[in-house]
């Protein structure tokens, strides 16, 4: 009976540390872009639909604006759970995720030609407990 409870107890324990590992969703290939990077690789009235494919993938979310022109989104979402995740006792009342949230948003011409483009890089955090 004490074995089974010891058992038990490591289990939960080794759940509730592996459950504060960093986790990211979206397009991972923005996850390391800038402003600085990005002016790089985007040229405004040159670069095309196939080239910014073949560097970020196929988009998210797409789009026309009122002009008729093509919009494609990338998203990107980083989050890691704070110290007060790996303090046993603590960890099961309250629980602060931090991280943060990438968006490219690229506007192409009736030519596929880069238009103009936007990128945000914003920091997010969540509290939940009681």
Same mark, same amino acid.
């Not at 969703?25 to 600085?36: A, D, E, F, L, T």
């Not at 991280?99 to 969540?126: C, D, E, P, R």
């Given at each position: ?36 990077? =990005?002016?790089? !690789?985007? @040229? %405004? $009235? ?5 080239? /910014? ?7 998210? &979310? ?16 980083h989050a ?11 960890? =099961?009342?309250? !629980?602060? @995720? %931090? $991280? ?5 948003? /690229? ?7 880069? &238009?103009n483009y936007?990128?945000s890089n ?9």
């Amino acid at each position: 009976m004490k074995r089974k409870f010891l058992l038990s107890f490591i289990l939960v324990l080794s759940l509730m540390f592996l459950s504060g590992c960093a986790d990211g969703m979206g397009n991972s290939r923005i996850s390391n872009q800038s402003n600085q990077t =990005l002016s790089r !690789k985007i @040229i %405004k $009235g040159k670069t095309t639909e196939s080239q /910014i494919k073949q560097m970020f993938g196929e988009p998210e &979310k797409t789009t026309f604006n009122g002009r008729g022109d093509l919009m494609w989104e990338y998203k990107y979402q980083h989050a890691h759970d704070t110290v007060a995740a790996y303090i046993p006792v603590v960890n =099961l009342f309250s !629980k602060d @995720i %931090k $991280g943060h949230n990438k968006t490219l948003v /690229i506007l192409f011409n009736k030519k596929g030609i880069v &238009k103009n483009y936007a990128f945000s890089n914003s920091a997010n955090s969540i509290s939940v407990g009681f």
